[in-house]
């Protein structure tokens, strides 16, 4: 069994929880209620051709273990907001990744920039407590996502609630099924979810294969300013940063280091 398999096997018991009726029915009273999303679409695509920064709020991994275990979320959110952050991520996985809903709530709190919800959507039911805790957009994993008809239902879900899609690939034929679902924001992750290697050469590849129109996110192993270069130089809109940031001494200098950069078109 895989990591991905066993944090899928934890999920689908998370999902049976939110589907007490008790719980969904109030998620998807919330969901409905709730105001305005920030525009995260056009936020990780910058206007002057600079590099958009997703930067996550990440207190641990499967793959390497605690990373910030003391995390401040909004204090993290509001240096990545002095840097000039694009977005957010926030992981809210609490057993493989130490996340939490309020680790979210509270980083939307300190910042005015959009956020997006990191975890691992497999049901409906995450769709609408995603838009109730305040999310702007949510990642549909593909390798997690093997049902076309339900990654294309989840898809259209979320882009119903106001919410935006990051959907992730990781090979190829991933990537045909993100364009086939018509996705506007289209992730391309160099880590392997089966065995946890990195590769950038993957994702300068597939770079390729995203349309001109969606925006191109090139996601894992950017430890550096240099690999955020590298990943402009590709084409990609913007880069999704978690462990450096997180382990950075200054991530407002960082982050201000990798918006500076400008993107290859």
Request: glycine residues 6%; hydrophobic residues 45%; negative net charge.
């Amino acid at each position: 069994m895989t990591v991905l398999d066993e944090i899928l096997a934890r999920k689908r018991d998370e999902v049976t929880m939110l589907h007490r009726p008790a719980v969904r029915d109030l998620l998807k009273q919330r969901a409905l209620d709730a105001p305005p999303t920030r525009d995260f679409t056009a936020a990780i695509r910058p206007d002057d051709g600079t590099l958009g920064l997703i930067a996550e709020i990440k207190r641990r991994s499967p793959s390497k273990g605690d990373l910030a275990p003391d995390l401040d979320p909004a204090a993290n959110a509001k240096a990545y907001g002095t840097g000039g952050a694009s977005a957010l991520s926030v992981l809210t996985d609490q057993l493989f990744f130490g996340g939490s809903v309020a680790d979210l709530e509270a980083a939307r709190e300190a910042c005015d920039i959009p956020v997006l919800r990191k975890d691992f959507t497999i049901d409906e039911v995450q769709i609408y407590e995603a838009r109730a805790i305040g999310a702007d957009a949510v990642l549909l994993i593909c390798a997690a996502l093997p049902d076309d008809a339900l990654l294309a239902d989840l898809h259209g879900l979320a882009t119903a609630l106001g919410l935006a899609v990051l959907v992730e690939t990781h090979n190829e034929s991933e990537l045909e099924r993100a364009v086939g679902i018509g996705a506007s924001i289209i992730g391309v992750n160099a880590r392997n979810l089966a065995t946890f290697d990195e590769d950038l050469g993957l994702s300068e590849r597939l770079r390729s294969m995203i349309p001109a129109e969606a925006v191109a996110v090139a996601e894992s192993a950017i430890r550096s300013t240099e690999d955020a270069a590298r990943m402009a130089a590709s084409g990609f809109d913007t880069v999704l940063v978690g462990e450096a940031l997180v382990r950075s001494e200054d991530p407002a200098i960082l982050a201000a280091s990798i918006t500076a950069l400008h993107v290859t078109r």
